[in-house]
């Protein structure tokens, strides 16, 4: 995945640059970068962020960076920003983008041209924010550049592009990750997520639409290119990886996991002792599944902060597993002889889920109940890169299909629709294979209602199958 922020300011801007940044740590663990114009060059700076925090490794070069306008992303993938000399001038680029046609956009645009080349990284792929700076090199404007950028990608792409006039902030075509301009006296921001804002004195100030491009100066905000009509915005956003204080389309991530948890309760009749959350992000859902059912809310494991803190998991899945497991302490108090109920975001591969489950019962509880926040995950995505090592083969509901039917079945619509054998046999037997006393996930109706901005506008293919 990733998070991207920039500012723009009639004074030095570098700390709002730090500290915005670093607050989309929680949407990737790769590397962290940061591009400040000093007036006449870029500072920038780009390190791995693998072992360590955003923070540590940027603060002592804070000192030396001065300006009054930056941009900074935090990366799943590759190192950014890249900082580019071209005919249009000097810039500095980063995005949040998976292109699934990299190779034939190179291809098919560049191959034939003998000025061109790519940089390969150390696995023989191409920078795919280089892929970007290319195709908005060969157009006459940064306007240009961008809309061809939209044209050509497919997947996703949101772009922040520095220049020495401001910064240029080009949402993806179909909106399926959010950027959100924040305001205060001489200055203005641009973020994935709007929780950056309280804290560094911006306020809400206009959220780009699916395609829109502006450019952000410290005298005001010009709107380059118009949104288009379609939207597809990730509803995983909410349900999952976006953070709790953050809004968007006008939806508090932490108000719809509230809502959705009640939901979840109003169509449920277990007898249970507690309810809880798994952390962090099934803490709103299961608030709001315990006002809703008036069960006493707790958390009869907590999360080990002090050096566990990232909440976003490695790649690696056994790392993910050994962290996830080292993370959590339970309190044997709140677990013994409890009938449990947890609320989580969802159940991908169910591994972590099933470590989880197991140590509940070595400290005695009496039964665990689960309650994804979301349908079973039937397909991957194709659109964003926060699953790139999830291959569909190793989600919990297509082992169970493959189990069930012996073979991938040649449709797997029954396996989407709550109100078929099919799905109660799936469901059934991820249950039984996570060893849990009952398992009910949240309906896909019931989701789309707790977000409330309309199916139309929301992706929801890793659930359906089904492009808009
Ligand atoms: S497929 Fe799922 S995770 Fe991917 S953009 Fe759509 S809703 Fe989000």
Same mark, same amino acid.
């Given at each position: 995945?990733?998070?991207?922020?920039?500012?723009?300011?009639?004074?030095?801007c570098v700390m709002d640059v730090y500290f915005g940044t670093d607050y989309h740590s929680h949407l990737?663990?790769?590397?962290?970068?940061?591009?400040?114009?000093?007036?006449?060059?870029?500072?920038?700076?780009?390190?791995?962020?693998?072992?360590?925090?955003?923070?540590?490794?940027?603060?002592?070069?804070?000192? #030396?960076?001065?300006?009054?306008?930056?941009?900074?992303?935090?990366?799943?993938?590759?190192?950014?920003? %890249? @900082?580019?000399?071209?005919?249009?001038?000097? &810039?500095?680029?980063?995005? !949040?983008?998976?292109?699934?046609?990299?190779?034939?956009?190179?291809?098919?645009?560049?191959?034939?041209?003998?000025?061109?080349?790519? /940089?390969? @990284?150390?696995?023989g792929a191409i920078n795919p924010t280089e892929l970007v700076s290319v195709i908005i090199d060969h157009?006459?404007?940064?306007?240009?550049?961008?809309? +061809?950028?939209?044209?050509?990608?497919?997947?996703?792409?949101?772009?922040?592009?520095?220049?020495?006039?401001?910064?240029?902030?080009?949402?993806?075509? /179909?909106?399926?990750?959010?950027?959100?301009?924040?305001?205060?006296?001489?200055?203005?921001?641009?973020?994935?997520?709007?929780?950056?804002?309280?804290? %560094?004195?911006?306020?809400?100030?206009?959220?780009?639409?699916?395609?829109?491009?502006?450019?952000?100066?410290?005298?005001?905000?010009?709107?380059?290119?118009?949104?288009?009509?379609? /939207?597809?915005?990730?509803?995983?956003?909410?349900?999952?990886?976006?953070?709790?204080?953050?809004?968007?389309?006008? !939806?508090?991530?932490?108000?719809?996991?509230?809502?959705?948890?009640?939901?979840?309760?109003?169509?449920?009749?277990?007898?249970?002792?507690?309810?809880?959350?798994?952390?962090?992000?099934?803490?709103?859902?299961?608030?709001? &599944?315990?006002?809703?059912?008036?069960?006493?809310?707790?958390?009869?494991?907590?999360?080990?902060?002090?050096?566990?803190?990232?909440?976003?998991?490695?790649?690696?899945?056994?790392?993910? #597993?050994?962290?996830?497991?080292?993370?959590?302490?339970?309190?044997?108090?709140?677990?013994?002889?409890?009938? %449990?109920?947890?609320?989580?975001?969802?159940?991908?591969?169910?591994?972590?889920?099933?470590?989880?489950?197991?140590?509940?019962?070595?400290?005695?509880?009496?039964? !665990?109940?689960?309650?994804?926040?979301?349908?079973?995950? !039937?397909?991957?995505?194709? &659109?964003?890169?926060?699953?790139?090592?999830?291959?569909?083969?190793?989600?919990?509901?297509?082992?169970?299909?493959?189990?069930?039917?012996?073979?991938?079945?040649?449709?797997?619509?029954?396996?989407?629709?709550?109100?078929?054998?099919?799905?109660?046999?799936?469901?059934?037997?991820?249950?039984?294979?996570?060893?849990?006393?009952?398992? +009910?996930?949240?309906?896909?109706?019931?989701?789309?209602?707790?977000?409330?901005?309309?199916?139309?506008?929301?992706?929801?293919?890793?659930?359906?199958?089904?492009?808009?």
């Open positions: 995945m990733g998070g991207l922020f920039g500012v723009v300011s009639k004074e030095d990737g663990t790769s590397r962290g970068g940061m591009a400040v114009w000093s007036g006449k060059s870029f500072n920038k700076s780009i390190h791995n962020i693998e072992n360590t925090l955003f923070r540590a490794k940027f603060e002592a070069e804070l000192a #030396n960076t001065k300006g009054n306008m930056g941009i900074g992303c935090i990366s799943d993938t590759e190192p950014q920003p %890249l @900082t580019v000399r071209s005919h249009l001038g000097q &810039y500095a680029l980063s995005t !949040v983008a998976k292109i699934n046609n990299l190779n034939d956009i190179v291809d098919k645009e560049f191959s034939n041209r003998k000025n061109i080349h790519f /940089m390969e @990284t150390s696995k157009e006459d404007s940064f306007k240009d550049g961008l809309l +061809k950028a939209q044209e050509l990608i497919e997947g996703s792409c949101s772009i922040l592009l520095l220049t020495p006039q401001g910064i240029y902030a080009s949402r993806d075509k /179909m909106g399926r990750t959010p950027l959100i301009v924040g305001r205060k006296a001489g200055a203005y921001c641009v973020s994935s997520e709007s929780c950056t804002f309280p804290n %560094l004195g911006y306020v809400f100030n206009y959220e780009l639409g699916p395609g829109e491009i502006i450019l952000l100066t410290p005298d005001g905000m010009e709107k380059i290119a118009p949104p288009r009509d379609k /939207m597809q915005i990730c509803a995983f956003l909410w349900v999952y990886y976006g953070y709790p204080s953050s809004t968007y389309e006008g !939806v508090s991530v932490e108000v719809m996991r509230n809502r959705n948890g009640a939901l979840l309760a109003k169509n449920d009749n277990v007898e249970i002792d507690l309810v809880a959350g798994v952390p962090d992000s099934g803490v709103g859902h299961a608030i709001g &599944y315990s006002n809703q059912s008036k069960v006493p809310y707790g958390r009869p494991f907590i999360k080990y902060t002090p050096t566990w803190s990232r909440s976003f998991m490695p790649q690696n899945q056994e790392i993910r #597993n050994l962290v996830a497991r080292m993370k959590l302490m339970p309190i044997p108090e709140l677990v013994s002889g409890k009938r %449990l109920l947890f609320c989580d975001d969802s159940i991908v591969r169910g591994t972590q889920m099933r470590e989880t489950v197991d140590l509940l019962y070595k400290c005695n509880a009496s039964e !665990v109940h689960i309650r994804p926040a979301c349908p079973p995950i !039937v397909f991957g995505c194709k &659109y964003l890169n926060f699953s790139v090592s999830r291959s569909e083969m190793d989600l919990a509901a297509r082992q169970a299909i493959i189990k069930l039917e012996g073979k991938e079945p040649e449709s797997l619509d029954a396996y989407c629709d709550p109100s078929t054998e099919q799905y109660g046999c799936m469901v059934d037997y991820i249950g039984k294979r996570l060893n849990l006393s009952t398992l +009910k996930y949240q309906n896909i109706y019931d989701m789309i209602d707790a977000i409330g901005i309309g199916k139309d506008k929301l992706c929801t293919y890793c659930w359906t199958g089904k492009e808009a």
